[in-house]
């Protein structure tokens, strides 16, 4: 085992104070892939975030580590990779983008993992995401004649009928020798030769019954069928109404036969018939194999598909399909779920894999080993196998947790992120010992070494008690020289979702790209990242208690931690902020309109009025799921939990950031909430990031952000002058 700590010097040492440019120029690993096979054994590939600051753009690379031999080696030297598949133990394919703005992510190879890989796909829309089957691969694009709706346009112009159109998306196979082998003819051709040339790649998405969206998509371990999740239509207010499908095929005779039938159109020079946007329906498509609709529960999806293809992993919610309650896996044996004539048979044929783990399931993975998965327990993340009764047995990984991001070898060879309070983000192997929770556990990168010296605070878990008696947990990042008989000014930055978590990491994602963590800490300042009721990793009583009680509650959670902090002597209470993003936006936005313990808050993309939410954003579902009922019916709890309800009241400064195209949280909400404060003469500031969504995903942009927030709280904290650009 190698597991070398990576975080600040050890006390007396001098350490270095980073900038907030320095944090968004760290390297950071966020996935990982095991090679499958016995030779050349447990090489890992890993995607690795980086910053172009001079083009003001992130940039995803991939490395290969080799475990035996200790080395590692960059693979990629341009463009944007989103997603590695290894084919042999010597052969990676990639999903790869150039860096241009209009660039097309492709399928791109490569073997011997050197070199530049050659791209095994052009298609026009570009590559969604893909899957390695049956001696070539499955991925998902948008089907280029519907995606540009032409004949529609010609006729009536562009617009979108909100909510009802028809997806484009689509299900490819592309054979792998098939396309070396079109390759090297397409080499030797002249244009007349080239032109009657088929690519062999073909569309299995027309079996289905209409144009639905293909959301997920499970290939059999045994190249005999994949098993694709759909809904009626992109938009995301479907996300309920999920239509499973099995297709039975032998994909290369498929792709063959399709070559031949186009092969054969272009030596007779007719047009490929009914060329138009809808795709032909009476075409005859049975040689592409045969689809059968799975009778699953409303909301479920096939996730996986066991090693010898005979069992299928659903994920699904056996209580209610509330966005609050958390997902089980559970298992199906095939023969059952083919003969299911309805739901409630389906149902009652499953097997709950996970009851008794009462968790969320973040990731998973089924192989020959078992079905290994990832989920939150407190402020860390466990790897875990499931023990098929509704249990898991948590992995030992000697002390190192994984962040997002990990992978099993079909052979149960594992590779994962990982980190603690004490080490940043590096990329580890590890091999459980006979079948047991002890693992054997190898360190391969060292991006760590980039904050060797840094003074990056001290991290620790905290609990205490809320206002109705539950316990709460939250992360706690405290400066070096912390002394216990001093009172600190307190921040709190509060995590989005509801349904997510903070971590007690050395660094997290927020830390080097929204809140300015650790420069608090370096100011003597005091961050607590709370894990307010709705948090995961607490089970699924924890999650329901903020349903009904959106705002109250975390407020509850947040007044209690000033209380608990005020009482142990480390906190000035006349000198806390609040901020957050999304979620902890609208908990940030809550505390400073209903509270008048806070000095000053932060909203970012943050909630200001539920009734505005909900009429404009592309997840309605969130505000009558958590709030009970639609406001057009009754708007009674929208305004007992909204912040703006409280205007009249206000006095609390605020900082407001969101994105200009932010469908999650639109604009108007942060527009709201800066017109009245304004209209009551609290100190308010906006700002507006152009061409963002609900995330900030460029890192200059990253930069004013976390520049603003701390300036924001050094001013009002601190007494510093306030100087936002």
Same mark, same amino acid.
């Given at each position: 085992?190698?597991?070398?700590?990576s975080?600040?010097?050890s006390e007396?040492?001098?350490?270095?104070?980073?900038?907030?440019r320095?944090?968004?120029?760290?390297?950071?690993?966020?996935?990982?892939?095991?090679?499958?096979?016995?030779?050349?054994?447990?090489?890992?590939?890993?995607?690795?975030?980086?910053?172009?600051w001079?083009?003001?753009?992130?940039?995803?690379?991939?490395?290969?580590y080799?475990?035996?031999?200790?080395? @590692?080696?960059?693979l990629?030297?341009?463009?944007?990779?989103?997603q590695?598949?290894?084919?042999?133990?010597?052969?990676?394919?990639?999903?790869?983008?150039?860096?241009?703005?209009?660039?097309k992510?492709?399928i791109?190879?490569?073997?011997?993992?050197?070199? =530049?890989?050659?791209?095994l796909?052009?298609?026009?829309?570009? /590559?969604?995401?893909?899957?390695?089957?049956?001696?070539?691969?499955?991925?998902?694009?948008?089907?280029p004649?519907r995606?540009?709706?032409?004949?529609?346009?010609?006729?009536?112009?562009?617009?979108?009928?909100?909510?009802?159109?028809?997806?484009?998306?689509?299900?490819?196979y592309?054979?792998?020798e098939?396309?070396?082998?079109?390759?090297?003819?397409?080499?030797?051709?002249?244009?007349?030769?080239a032109?009657?040339?088929?690519?062999?790649?073909?569309?299995?998405?027309?079996?289905?019954?209409?144009?639905?969206?293909?959301?997920?998509?499970?290939?059999?371990?045994?190249?005999?069928?994949?098993y694709?999740?759909?809904?009626?239509?992109?938009?995301?207010?479907?996300?309920?109404?999920?239509?499973?499908?099995?297709?039975?095929?032998d994909?290369?005779?498929?792709?063959?036969?399709?070559i031949?039938?186009?092969?054969?159109?272009?030596?007779?020079?007719?047009?490929i018939?009914n060329?138009?946007?809808?795709?032909?329906? =009476?075409?005859?498509?049975?040689?592409?194999g045969?689809?059968?609709?799975?009778?699953?529960p409303?909301?479920?999806q /096939?996730?996986?598909v066991?090693?010898?293809?005979?069992?299928?992993?659903?994920?699904?919610?056996?209580?209610?399909?509330?966005?609050?309650t958390?997902?089980?896996?559970?298992?199906?044996d095939?023969?059952?779920?083919?003969?299911? @004539?309805d739901?409630?048979?389906?149902?009652?044929?499953?097997? *709950?894999?996970?009851?008794?783990l009462?968790?969320?399931?973040?990731?998973?993975?089924?192989?020959?080993a078992?079905i290994?998965?990832?989920y939150?327990e407190?402020?860390?993340?466990?790897?875990?196998?499931?023990?098929?009764?509704?249990?898991?047995?948590?992995?030992?990984?000697?002390?190192?947790y994984?962040?997002?991001?990990?992978?099993?070898?079909?052979?149960g060879?594992?590779?994962?992120?990982?980190? *603690?309070?004490?080490?940043?983000?590096?990329?580890y192997?590890?091999?459980?010992?006979?079948?047991?929770?002890?693992?054997?556990?190898?360190?391969?990168?060292?991006?760590?070494?980039a904050?060797e010296?840094?003074d990056?605070?001290?991290?620790?878990t905290?609990?205490?008690?809320?206002?109705?008696?539950?316990?709460?947990?939250?992360v706690?990042?405290?400066?070096?020289?912390?002394?216990?008989?001093?009172?600190?000014?307190?921040?709190? /930055?509060?995590?989005?979702?509801?349904?997510?978590?903070?971590?007690?990491?050395?660094?997290?994602? =927020?830390?080097?790209a929204?809140?300015?963590?650790?420069?608090?800490?370096?100011?003597?300042? %005091?961050?607590?990242?709370?894990?307010?009721?709705?948090?995961?990793?607490?089970?699924?009583a924890?999650?329901?208690?903020?349903?009904? *009680?959106?705002?109250?509650?975390?407020l509850?959670?947040?007044?209690?931690a000033?209380?608990?902090?005020?009482?142990?002597?480390?906190?000035d209470?006349?000198?806390?902020?609040?901020?957050?993003?999304?979620?902890?936006?609208?908990?940030?936005?809550f505390?400073?309109l209903?509270?008048?313990?806070?000095a000053?808050?932060?909203v970012?993309?943050?909630?200001?009025?539920?009734?505005?939410?909900?009429i404009?954003?592309?997840?309605?579902?969130?505000?009558?799921?958590?709030?009970?009922?639609?406001?057009?019916?009754?708007?009674?709890?929208?305004?007992?939990?909204?912040?703006?309800? *409280?205007?009249e009241?206000?006095?609390?400064?605020?900082?407001?950031?969101?994105?200009s195209?932010?469908?999650?949280?639109?604009l108007?909400?942060?527009?709201?909430?800066?017109r009245? %404060?304004?209209?009551?003469?609290?100190?308010?500031?906006?700002?507006?990031?152009?061409?963002?969504?609900?995330?900030?995903?460029r890192?200059?942009?990253n930069?004013?952000?976390?520049?603003?927030?701390?300036?924001?709280?050094?001013?009002?904290?601190?007494?510093?002058?306030?100087?936002?650009?």
């Amino acid at each position: 085992m190698n597991v070398e700590p990576s975080g600040p010097r050890s006390e007396g040492q001098n350490s270095h104070q980073p900038t907030l440019r320095e944090m968004l120029m760290l390297e950071t690993p966020f996935a990982v892939k095991v090679a499958p096979g016995a030779e050349r054994s447990g090489r890992v590939a890993a995607l690795v975030r980086t910053t172009n600051w001079n083009e003001n753009r992130y940039e995803d690379i991939c490395h290969v580590y080799d475990p035996a031999g200790g080395s @590692g080696h960059r693979l990629t030297r341009h463009g944007n990779v989103s997603q590695m598949e290894w084919l042999d133990g010597g052969t990676l394919a990639v999903l790869k983008r150039g860096s241009g703005d209009d660039d097309k992510a492709q399928i791109w190879l490569y073997e011997g993992l050197v070199g =530049e890989g050659w791209p095994l796909t052009d298609h026009e829309t570009g /590559v969604e995401w893909f899957k390695p089957f049956a001696s070539g691969f499955l991925f998902r694009a948008r089907d280029p004649k519907r995606d540009k709706k032409k004949e529609r346009a010609d006729r009536f112009g562009k617009y979108t009928h909100f909510e009802h159109e028809e997806s484009a998306s689509a299900l490819y196979y592309v054979g792998l020798e098939e396309m070396r082998r079109y390759r090297d003819r397409l080499r030797a051709a002249n244009d007349d030769e080239a032109q009657k040339l088929v690519e062999p790649v073909v569309e299995l998405g027309r079996l289905l019954p209409g144009r639905l969206a293909i959301r997920e998509v499970a290939p059999s371990p045994a190249d005999d069928a994949v098993y694709l999740t759909c809904w009626p239509r992109d938009d995301l207010v479907y996300w309920r109404e999920t239509r499973v499908f099995q297709i039975a095929l032998d994909a290369p005779a498929a792709l063959a036969e399709h070559i031949r039938r186009e092969e054969a159109k272009k030596k007779s020079d007719k047009d490929i018939p009914n060329d138009k946007e809808g795709g032909n329906e =009476e075409e005859d498509t049975g040689y592409l194999g045969t689809v059968i609709r799975l009778n699953v529960p409303r909301g479920a999806q /096939v996730v996986a598909v066991a090693p010898d293809g005979r069992t299928l992993l659903v994920l699904h919610s056996g209580r209610d399909d509330k966005m609050y309650t958390r997902q089980d896996l559970w298992r199906i044996d095939l023969g059952a779920a083919l003969a299911a @004539g309805d739901a409630d048979a389906f149902l009652a044929a499953m097997h *709950n894999l996970s009851a008794a783990l009462d968790r969320t399931l973040l990731e998973w993975h089924w192989v020959k080993a078992g079905i290994f998965v990832v989920y939150v327990e407190g402020t860390r993340l466990h790897l875990a196998r499931l023990d098929g009764e509704g249990g898991a047995m948590p992995l030992d990984l000697k002390g190192i947790y994984p962040t997002l991001g990990f992978h099993v070898s079909p052979e149960g060879r594992l590779a994962f992120v990982g980190t *603690n309070a004490t080490t940043y983000p590096e990329v580890y192997a590890a091999e459980p010992v006979d079948g047991g929770p002890d693992c054997q556990v190898l360190k391969l990168s060292g991006f760590g070494r980039a904050v060797e010296g840094w003074d990056l605070g001290s991290v620790e878990t905290i609990r205490w008690q809320s206002k109705d008696g539950v316990e709460i947990e939250g992360v706690l990042r405290k400066p070096a020289g912390f002394d216990p008989d001093r009172r600190y000014p307190l921040v709190f /930055v509060v995590h989005g979702g509801p349904t997510w978590f903070s971590a007690d990491y050395l660094l997290t994602g =927020e830390d080097r790209a929204y809140y300015p963590s650790v420069q608090f800490v370096n100011r003597d300042v %005091l961050v607590l990242k709370p894990n307010y009721r709705g948090s995961i990793g607490r089970g699924q009583a924890f999650l329901d208690l903020n349903v009904n *009680n959106l705002g109250v509650g975390d407020l509850w959670d947040l007044e209690s931690a000033i209380d608990h902090l005020v009482e142990l002597g480390w906190v000035d209470p006349e000198r806390v902020g609040c901020m957050g993003w999304s979620q902890g936006g609208y908990i940030s936005a809550f505390a400073g309109l209903r509270c008048d313990r806070f000095a000053a808050v932060s909203v970012g993309a943050g909630v200001s009025d539920w009734y505005t939410y909900h009429i404009s954003n592309d997840i309605p579902d969130f505000t009558v799921d958590y709030l009970s009922g639609s406001p057009f019916r009754d708007r009674e709890r929208y305004v007992e939990t909204a912040p703006i309800s *409280n205007l009249e009241n206000a006095h609390t400064p605020m900082l407001i950031q969101h994105g200009s195209e932010d469908r999650r949280v639109p604009l108007s909400n942060a527009l709201e909430l800066y017109r009245g %404060l304004q209209e009551m003469g609290v100190p308010v500031e906006l700002f507006v990031f152009p061409g963002m969504g609900h995330p900030i995903t460029r890192p200059r942009e990253n930069h004013a952000v976390m520049h603003q927030n701390l300036a924001w709280f050094s001013h009002y904290l601190l007494g510093e002058d306030l100087s936002l650009e």
